[in-house]
């Protein structure tokens, strides 16, 4: 089965950075889009940031200057380099990525479990 594992969580002081790390693992054939999302408690999970297989990538407005997404294709990774982080920055971060697992079949969207990031003022 495929599993994404994140690491990388925890609790910083405003200004701080912080790199998450999120690897996939299992029954891959290729991997598509990956990225990150984030929910808070009593808001709706929000795209934090996305990159394609061929490294394109795209940011939500309130991290853009900030966060860096990345990829390492050979270990099937995806990384999020924060910077500047704020206390609004405080959520649960998901990681995300489309999996195909066979050559003959279209991509899963498959989840991370999630890692708490919590930025103090």
């Known amino acids: 089965q495929v599993q994404l594992v994140e690491s990388g969580g925890g609790l910083v002081q405003a200004g701080g950075s912080l790199r998450l790390s999120c690897a996939a693992s299992g029954s891959i054939f290729s991997i598509g889009a990956m990225g990150w999302y984030r929910q808070a408690p009593g808001k709706q999970r929000e795209l934090v940031a996305a990159?394609?297989?061929?490294?394109?990538?795209n940011y939500g407005d309130s991290v853009k200057g900030r966060f860096t997404i990345s990829r390492d294709n050979a270990k099937n990774t995806v990384y999020l380099q924060m910077n500047s982080l704020k206390p609004e920055d405080t959520s649960v971060y998901y990681c995300n990525a489309a999996i195909r697992d066979n050559w003959y079949s279209g991509a899963r969207h498959y989840w991370g479990q999630g890692t708490q990031v919590t930025v103090s003022s």
């Open positions: 990159v394609t297989s061929i490294g394109s990538t």
